[in-house]
């Protein structure tokens, strides 16, 4: 895969169960010297993205239809969103909240719930 967000672009290469993230174009910065040869790969998916269409394509927000492929077909997108998916999750609990927490359970007073 090739991902162009905003102004940084990498090839995210998958071998098997391995990611390796490649930085690419005229911005990137040298890479170290990789004790193994690099990986042949043709992109299978190149995608132009803003940082919050990029947020949304990983959270699986994104709709399918809107995202700019530059090359690359429609099911490539489907494979990418299905194997890079990052599931939302709730903010940690902040010092007040756990204040309120613990004042709640050593006075008798309503439980935290969990959604």
Do not use: C, K, N
């Not at 010297?33 to 993205?49: I, K």
């Not at 995202?67 to 890079?84: H, P, T, Y």
């Amino acid at each position: 895969y090739v991902l162009h967000v905003a102004e940084a672009s990498v090839a995210a290469i998958v071998v098997g169960g391995t990611l390796e993230v490649v930085p690419i174009g005229a911005g990137a910065v040298p890479q170290p010297r990789r004790a193994t040869p690099e990986p042949a790969f043709e992109a299978s998916l190149e995608l132009a993205l803003e940082p919050a269409e990029f947020r949304d394509l990983l959270a699986g927000r994104a709709d399918a239809r809107s995202v700019s492929i530059l090359a690359g077909e429609s099911d490539a997108l489907a494979r990418f969103m299905q194997a890079f998916r990052i599931d939302p999750v709730d903010p940690a609990p902040t010092g007040a909240d756990v204040a309120t927490e613990s004042s709640h359970a050593a006075t008798g007073g309503p439980a935290a719930s969990v959604a």
